[in-house]
């Protein structure tokens, strides 16, 4: 980002006035110090800082950004912005078309979010000012996206036309087209300005390394049938593909120069009825508790933990339902389960030691989401058909506090930004 | 009793009474929509707007909804719906009455 651009609008306000700018002279550092300077060039420069930063205040809250979050409303294609500190909602942004299955990423400096809509479409919003700076209509359906380790490239993994495309995070300006002839899932950065990503049709996984001037890529056969999602751990090391049309997961060690597939949980549902499948779980590198990963099993009401160093069976908790989602509380100590429909009122929480679950409640109707805050002492959880998002404190598990959206599902807080895999 | 409690409801015990024509429309945009997409042009699972089923006749998709599709993620959802709810979701579907 230039100067200029900082000066003008690139950068938040309120990063304006707590931080020495580069731009002045040591001595005039700022509105607050030249004010009572009685010359008339600093007059001058203090009037002409006061209307830049009036104009660059103008729907941006001198707020800085460390403690927001964005909430997808699905049906409305509107995103709230809310303050997990004040656990309150403080604006809407609209217009970002079928947010079904949406999701987002953040920039570095956690003031833009790239949302990714169901429509293909690919939104960078401005939470500060709360509203669209860009947008693309990138491809017919999409499912999902992540920006890579420098800020720089936002990629996005299609179902139609099936692929990966790759975008300048500044102007959404198309820098990569990945055809796979195949839907693309699974889609994370790692470190070195890498994506990996999974075929949905051709059970293989692509590494796509922007780092040098061409576009390299490596492409990995023999994952499994039908990966469904995929999750990175926070190291960029282990990526775990669940699969839909195998009896197992399969991993890869991104560590290794020449990664190679590793079935675990080999026949974790052997000799046992599959369920019918009525949403697919979802895999991320909350995945890790501790050094066990807990791993939402296909088909069955159970949790399956893995050793994640010996990628070794660990042990199974039977739970109340299909779980959607199994996200390790940030410190690991706790599991919270969500559950498919038409279990989807209900939330379990498992003790990452004992395996046991050790809550059990319903929130509500449609449970379709949480995020932990960044150190896990609180938990929002997205009830769709109540309407509501629902704030938890997990230690004591009680409800701090109800926040009214419309049909809300993905709850993504900035923090995400300085993690790897989300 | 609000919408979503009755959609549990009428999935748990496969219907009794007439289809309720709310609770399923929300099934559909929402459920069905997960895989298929809120607007039903598709997602993980194909396009099922109107125009793309018309080799389908209100039989034959009912069968479809309540048995599932082997070997691909279309599941039976005959353990949560009636064959009357079937019925009614596959006509729905059929006279692109969401789009």
């Known amino acids: 980002m230039t100067r200029i651009r900082r000066l003008f609008g690139g950068a938040a306000p309120v990063a304006q006035r707590a931080t020495s700018p580069e731009y002045l002279e040591k001595d005039e550092t700022g509105p607050a110090l030249l004010l009572g300077k009685n010359t008339h060039f600093r007059h001058l420069l203090n009037a002409v800082t006061v209307v830049l930063c009036t104009a660059m205040a103008t729907g941006a809250q001198a707020q800085a950004t460390g403690d927001l979050g964005l909430v997808v409303e699905r049906a409305s294609g509107s995103l709230l912005v809310v303050d997990q500190s004040e656990r309150a909602r403080l604006g809407r942004i609209d217009g970002l078309g079928d947010l079904s299955h949406a999701s987002l990423v953040y920039s570095p400096d956690q ?42 490239y936002v990629a996005v993994s299609n179902y139609e036309p099936g692929g990966v495309r790759v975008f300048d995070a500044e102007t959404l300006e198309m820098m990569a087209d990945i ?26 996984t692509w590494i796509a390394d922007l780092s040098g001037e061409t576009l390299q890529i490596t492409r990995i056969s023999g994952m499994g049938s039908n990966p469904y999602d995929a999750l990175v751990t926070g190291d960029g090391r282990t990526y775990i593909a669940g699969l839909f049309g195998e009896d197992h997961l399969t991993a890869l060690d991104l560590w290794q120069d020449d990664p190679t597939p590793r079935p675990i949980l080999p026949g974790y549902a052997r000799g046992r009825e599959g369920l019918p499948v009525y949403k697919m ?8 508790a501790g050094h066990e990963f807990a791993l939402p099993a296909m088909g069955q009401h159970e949790v399956l933990w893995v050793d994640a160093r010996s990628l ?3 042990g199974r908790t039977a739970v109340h339902g299909q779980p959607v989602f199994a996200m390790a509380r940030p410190d690991g100590r706790h599991v919270w389960v969500n559950f498919a429909h038409p279990n989807n009122d209900t939330i379990q929480v498992i003790d990452t030691l004992t395996k046991q679950v050790i809550r059990t409640f319903k929130p509500g109707p449609g449970v379709l989401h949480m995020e932990f805050t960044a150190r896990g002492h609180e938990v929002w959880l997205s009830v769709r058909d109540a309407g509501k998002i629902m704030v938890y404190d997990t230690q004591s598990f009680e409800k701090l506090r109800e926040i009214a959206a419309e049909n809300p599902s993905g709850i993504f807080f900035t923090a995400r930004a300085h993690k790897t895999g989300l | 009793m609000n919408r979503a409690a009755l959609i549990l409801v009428l999935a748990a015990t496969p219907a009794l009474a007439d289809p309720d024509a709310a609770a399923l429309k929300r099934l559909v945009l929402q459920d069905c929509g997960s895989c298929h997409g809120l607007t039903l042009r598709g997602g993980l699972g194909p396009d099922i707007r109107a125009r793309t089923l018309a080799h389908h006749d209100d039989k034959s998709l009912a069968a479809v909804i309540l048995d599932g599709v082997p070997g691909t993620p279309m599941p039976p959802w005959r353990p949560l719906l009636s064959e009357e709810d079937a019925r009614w979701i596959a006509e729905y579907l059929l006279n692109g009455d969401h789009e």
């Open chain 1, 179 to 204: 055809p796979t002839g195949s839907k693309t899932i699974g889609l994370v950065d790692i470190p070195g300005t890498r994506f990996v990503f999974s075929l949905w049709d051709k059970g293989e």
């Open chain 1, 111 to 152: 003031r833009f979010a790239y949302v990714f809509g169901r429509d293909g479409g690919l939104t960078k919003v401005d939470i500060l000012e709360r509203r669209i700076v860009a947008r693309v209509m990138q491809a017919g359906n999409s499912i999902g996206g992540a920006i890579s380790d420098d800020g720089r």
């Open chain 1, 312 to 314: 070794e069976e660990s």
């Open chain 1, 281 to 288: 779980p979802h895999l991320e590198g909350w995945a890790l």
